[in-house]
C-alpha cells in the first residue's frame, strides 16, 4: 500500500501455488511528524479444507491439477483456490468400457474446481458404453492345439511365435477377434457384469475348404451352444448368448473327428455387451399418507412409522385439497425412457422435497429440488429451488424418486413434473414410466409399528394380524401372526414377480397365540 494509507485491501491469487503450508505475513510501518518509525506484522494463515474424489463405479481416473489422478482420492486444499478438474470422457476399467455422464456431487465452474469452504466430495458417475471384445480382456486360461492363441488376428503356422495374419471369414475380414487352433479352451471371468456374448465363428479363409471343427461355449460350466462341424465350405455362423448374472465363459475349439490339420478357427468379433436390462412400467406409483401431523416442515412427517392410508396414484400428482395437517410421500420408480438430460420440477402447498436415487436403490437418493413454502398447482417456477439440475439418464434404467409434502392448513396439493429429452415442456410424469416402490413382497399385508400393538389373549382369526418391525426394515425384522385356532404355517419370502425366493419358517401355531419370528 502506498504512503499516508489509513486503509486498504489486497487480492490473494487463487491460482499457482495449492500447498497448505503457505501463508501471507502482512507488514505495516508505522512514521510519525518527527521521522521516527514502528513496524509490525500479522500472519494470513489460510482456512483448510478436505476435497474428496470418487467416481462411480471406483478407481476410474480423473484428471486433477492436470494429473490423473485413481479414485477414491483424497486432498486437502486452501479453500477459495482454483484447481483444474475434469472427468475424461471415456476410458477403460478391467477390460469394461466407460463413458462420463455426470457429476453426481461437486460444483466444478468452466472445468474448475474453486475449493469450497467445507469439506466436499466430488463424485463423477460413469456408464458402461457397451462392447467389451474378449481381445481386450485378460483370459483367465488358454490351451491351442498350435501356437498361441491369437488376439486379432488368425492362428499362425509358427508353434512358438505370434505371426497370425487378418481374421477373415467367407471374404469378410475382421479386426478384432481371436484366433485358435483345434483342440483350444479359453476361459474367462465374466463376474456377472455382461449381458450377452457375440461372435461370429468359422474356420479361417486362410485354410481354404480345408479344416473342420466343432464350436462350443459353456456358461458357468453348462453347455449354452455348439456349433456342430464345421468346414472351410461353411457359411459363417453367428453366436449371441444372454450371459446375464454368469460368473464364467468358456470357448471351446474341438477338431471334427478327422484330426487337428488345418484346423485354424475364429472367434471373430467376439465380444460382450454391458448395458442396464430394460425396465418396465406398471402404471402407477405409491402414495402414503399421514394423517394428524402439526407444523409445517417435511421433517415432520413420521415416515419410519406406518402411514395412515395407501394409495396408488395413476401420475405422479397428489390428489388436492385433502384435509389440514397431514404429510405425504409418494415414491416409486421412473423408468426412463430415452438416454438424455432431463430436468424434474416440484409444486405443492406447504413444503416440498424430491429426491432422485443415482439407480433403482433410495440409499442412493439426493434431494434434487424442494420449497419451503406453498406455491400453487403445477407452478413450476416460483422459486429456484423447485428446479433440478440438469440430470443424465440413461434410457430403459429403472430409478428411485420419492417427493414429500408437509400441509399446513388451507389449500393442499402435490405435483412433479420434468422436461424430457427433445421437450421443452414441463408435464406431470405420467404413468407409463412409473412404477411403486416395493420393499418386500408377501401374501399378508405388512403393517409398521416400533413395537407389538396386539396381545396374546385377543380373539384373533387367520389373516387379521401379521405386521413386522421395523418397516421399511434392512438387515432384520421382527414377524408376528396368529391364529384363532390351531394351525400348521410356512412362511415365504416372494419377489414381486410371485415367485417364492425363501421359505425359511414352518410350524404349528397355538390357538389365540402370538407367533413371534426374527
Not at 503 to 510: D, E, P, Q, R, S
Request: aromatic fraction near 10%.
Amino acid at each position: 500500500m502506498a504512503n499516508n494509507t489509513k486503509s486498504g485491501s489486497f487480492t490473494i491469487p487463487n491460482q499457482g501455488e495449492t500447498a497448505t503450508n503457505v501463508w501471507y505475513r502482512l507488514f505495516l510501518t508505522v512514521t510519525d511528524t518527527k521521522g521516527l518509525q514502528h513496524r509490525d506484522s500479522i500472519d494470513l494463515d489460510p482456512r483448510i479444507v478436505t476435497v474428496q474424489l470418487t467416481t462411480n463405479p471406483t478407481r476410474v481416473q480423473l484428471n486433477l491439477n492436470n494429473q490423473a489422478i485413481k479414485t477414491p482420492f483424497s486432498q486437502s486444499y486452501v479453500v477459495g483456490m482454483l484447481i483444474p478438474l475434469n472427468a475424461p470422457s471415456s476410458q477403460t476399467l478391467n477390460g469394461v468400457a466407460y463413458q462420463f455422464t455426470n457429476w453426481l456431487s461437486g460444483t466444478l465452474t468452466g472445468g474448475n474446481m474453486i475449493v469450497p469452504d467445507v469439506n466436499t466430495t466430488y463424485k463423477a458417475n460413469y456408464t458402461a458404453s457397451g462392447i467389451t471384445y474378449l481381445s481386450d480382456l485378460t483370459w483367465t486360461s488358454a490351451l491351442n492345439g498350435w501356437g498361441p492363441v491369437e488376439k486379432d488376428k488368425s492362428n499362425g503356422e509358427n508353434s512358438s511365435v505370434s505371426d497370425g495374419k487378418v481374421l477373415t471369414l467367407n471374404g469378410v475380414t475382421y479386426t478384432k477377434g481371436l484366433g485358435v487352433h483345434a483342440a483350444s479352451t479359453l476361459l474367462y471371468n465374466l463376474a456377472g457384469k455382461y449381458n450377452q456374448f457375440i461372435s461370429n465363428i468359422g474356420i479361417d479363409d486362410e485354410a481354404g475348404n480345408q479344416g473342420s471343427v466343432n464350436f462350443q461355449v459353456y456358461l458357468d460350466n453348462v453347455l449354452a451352444y455348439e456349433s456342430g462341424n464345421m468346414n472351410g465350405n461353411l457359411a459363417t455362423k453367428a453366436v449371441n448368448l444372454n450371459v446375464s448374472g454368469k460368473n464364467q465363459l468358456k470357448l471351446i475349439v474341438l477338431d471334427g473327428g478327422d484330426g487337428n490339420h488345418h484346423d485354424h478357427a475364429d472367434w471373430a468379433g467376439a465380444r460382450l455387451t454391458v448395458g442396464a436390462s430394460a425396465c418396465t412400467a406398471s402404471g402407477s406409483i405409491l402414495r402414503e399418507y399421514w394423517a394428524n401431523v402439526k407444523g409445517f416442515l417435511v421433517s415432520s412427517i413420521p415416515v419410519t412409522s406406518a402411514p395412515t392410508a395407501t394409495t396408488q396414484l395413476t401420475s405422479f400428482e397428489a390428489p388436492a385439497n385433502v384435509a389440514d395437517y397431514y404429510g405425504q410421500r409418494i415414491r416409486g420408480y421412473i423408468c426412463a425412457p430415452a438416454t438424455g438430460n432431463y430436468t424434474f420440477y416440484i409444486a405443492g402447498d406447504d413444503n416440498t422435497e424430491l429426491w432422485l436415487s443415482t439407480n433403482d436403490d433410495p440409499v442412493n437418493k439426493q434431494k434434487i429440488a424442494y420449497s419451503t413454502t406453498w406455491t400453487k398447482a403445477r407452478e413450476w417456477t416460483k422459486y429456484a429451488s423447485q428446479k433440478s439440475a440438469v440430470i443424465t439418464l440413461q434410457a430403459n434404467t429403472k430409478y428411485y424418486l420419492e417427493a414429500l409434502q408437509k400441509e399446513g392448513n388451507r389449500e393442499d396439493h402435490l405435483s412433479v413434473g420434468w422436461v424430457t429429452p427433445g421437450s421443452s415442456s414441463i408435464t406431470v410424469i405420467p404413468g407409463s414410466v412409473l412404477s411403486p416402490f416395493t420393499s418386500t413382497s408377501s401374501t399378508a399385508t405388512f403393517l409398521s409399528s416400533s413395537k407389538p400393538d396386539i396381545e396374546a389373549n385377543q380373539n384373533l382369526s387367520p389373516g387379521n394380524i401379521f405386521r413386522s418391525y421395523p418397516n421399511p426394515f434392512t438387515q432384520q425384522v421382527t414377524l408376528e401372526f396368529a391364529f384363532a385356532q390351531e394351525e400348521d404355517y410356512q412362511l415365504m419370502i416372494y419377489n414381486v414377480n410371485g415367485a417364492v425366493v425363501k421359505t425359511f419358517k414352518a410350524g404349528k401355531a397355538v390357538a389365540n397365540s402370538l407367533v413371534q419370528i426374527q
